[in-house]
C-alpha cells in the first residue's frame, strides 16, 4: 500500500517561496513508470494541477506556472519536493501530492494520495 505525506509548510509571507515535500512509503519514486504530481485546491475552486516529476526524473509543469515552479526529488529519502517562489494570497490553497501511472492531469487518474495540507499565504 503506497502512502503519501506532504509536509506542513509553516507560515508563508507574500513575495516568499513555498517549499513542500512529499515522503512516498510503501513504494519506490524510481520503480514503476509513475508520475508524481502536485495539484491544489484553492478555497471555492477546482483541483489544479501543478506539475509532476517522472520515475525518469523528468519534469513537467503546468503552462501558467511554469515560470515560478519547480519540482525535484531526493531519492535517497524516496521524496519529491515542490518549490513555488514569489507567492501570493492567491496562491492559498490545499496542496496534495501524487501518483498516476500516466502524465495527466485529470484528478480521477491517481491511484494515490496525500491527505493535503494547509498553505495560507499571508499578504
Known amino acids: 500500500q503506497v502512502q503519501l505525506q506532504e509536509s506542513d509548510p509553516g507560515l508563508v509571507k507574500s513575495s516568499q517561496t513555498l517549499s513542500l515535500t512529499c515522503t512516498i512509503s510503501?513504494?519506490?519514486?524510481?520503480?514503476?513508470?509513475?508520475?508524481w504530481s502536485w495539484i491544489r485546491q484553492p478555497p471555492g475552486k477546482g483541483l489544479e494541477w501543478m506539475g509532476a516529476?517522472?520515475?525518469?526524473?523528468?519534469?513537467y509543469y503546468s503552462p501558467p506556472l511554469k515560470s515560478h515552479t519547480s519540482i525535484s526529488r531526493d531519492t535517497s529519502k524516496n521524496q519529491f519536493s515542490l518549490q513555488l517562489s514569489s507567492v501570493t494570497p492567491e496562491d492559498t490553497a490545499v496542496y496534495y501530492c501524487?501518483?498516476?501511472?500516466?502524465?495527466?492531469?485529470?484528478?480521477?487518474?491517481?491511484?494515490?494520495w496525500g491527505q493535503g495540507t494547509q498553505v495560507t499565504v499571508s499578504s
Open positions: 501524487a501518483r498516476a501511472p500516466t502524465l495527466t492531469t485529470t484528478p480521477d487518474e491517481y491511484d494515490y
Open positions: 510503501g513504494g519506490s519514486i524510481t520503480t514503476g513508470y509513475y508520475y
Open positions: 516529476i517522472a520515475y525518469d526524473g523528468s519534469t
